[in-house]
């Protein structure tokens, strides 16, 4: 078994540092800056911030499973005196993540999701059809950058008779303490899965009532114990493999350093499949749902 294969399975994470290269992370780079700049330019559907209240009551966000779409962080927004919220920071700095199809719409993002040492990575922790339901770039910037509470991945992205889901989480800073590196608590992935983020009602389109719920929790917030927390810090170019069950999460970035990260998250469809009342659907697209071996 590799050190990989073997971290995962006691601690329900592992690290490995030097992953990409440095070529590889500004390509990366570069593209979420263009992306970025692309959405200023257009800023068709206003700027809609990143969090769980708007979440889930937002076609924007429900609907964005097979498109690529921006959220804003909160902490970037003053009440303007018209009322109306006003950006506190540059608008390339107030962005919390783009989502959630890049491994299929965007080809910089496709070419590194499907690369050979990617799916190196899911045949040592023997996944036999790792299949990408979702990307992000996340991008935690200076003093805005909001906290990811704690978490078990498998929440968002369940799968049935098993869980079987692992996240990959390629750091395109170097993340620290203070920038809000992750957090885990090791060996929590042998923890039941503790509640959901599921579809209340199928499509928003049937919702004519904005203001109605279109997603949420099946079960209320879960109380971990603070004092098992490990904080991770890896230097830019590591990859952090995750698994689906393990608790985790990650504080704001206080710091004055960003910490830009690409992740994708994958299923193994060998052995189990999609939850159709899982947060995110593919919508009229399921080529959206990517299987890394198919060539
Ligand atoms: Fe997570």
């Not at 700095?93 to 799916?119: M, W, Y």
């Not at 689906?244 to 999460?249: A, I, N, S, T």
């Not at 499949?273 to 593919?282: E, I, R």
Request: proline content about 5%; aromatic content about 10%.
């Amino acid at each position: 078994m590799s050190k990989l294969a073997e971290d995962f399975q006691r601690d329900g994470f592992a690290v490995i540092e030097n992953f990409l290269s440095e070529r590889e992370i500004e390509k990366l780079r570069d593209e979420a800056t263009r992306l970025i700049k692309e959405e200023s330019t257009k800023n068709e559907h206003g700027r809609q911030i990143f969090s769980n209240d708007n979440n889930a009551k937002s076609e924007y966000f429900v609907n964005s499973g097979d498109k690529i779409r921006y959220f804003f962080e909160k902490k970037a927004f003053v009440e303007g005196p018209d009322g109306k919220p006003q950006l506190l920071v540059p608008e390339d700095q107030s962005l919390a993540k783009i989502g959630h199809a890049l491994h299929i719409l965007n080809p910089v993002f496709r070419e590194l999701t499907t690369c050979d040492k990617i799916k190196s990575v899911f045949r040592q922790v023997g996944f036999k059809c790792p299949t990408v339901a979702q990307s992000m770039v996340i991008f935690k910037n200076p003093k805005v950058g909001g906290e990811y509470t704690p978490h078990q991945d498998a929440s968002f992205l369940c799968t049935e008779p098993e869980i079987c889901l692992a996240g990959v989480w390629l750091a395109l800073d170097d993340a620290t303490v203070e920038n809000g590196c992750l957090q885990f608590i090791p060996g929590s992935q042998e923890l039941p899965l503790a509640r959901r983020f599921v579809r209340v009602k199928q499509q928003s389109d049937n919702n004519p009532d904005a203001s109605d719920q279109l997603l949420d929790w099946t079960a209320p917030i879960v109380q971990y114990d603070e004092s098992k927390f490990v904080h991770v810090p890896v230097k830019r170019g590591a990859l952090v493999l995750i698994h689906g069950l393990v608790v985790h999460r990650s504080a704001p970035n206080n710091s004055e350093r960003p910490r830009w990260i690409y992740t994708f998250h994958a299923y193994d469809k060998g052995r189990a499949s999609y939850k159709k009342d899982n947060w995110l659907q593919t919508g009229n697209n399921p080529n959206t749902f990517m299987s890394l071996y198919e060539d």
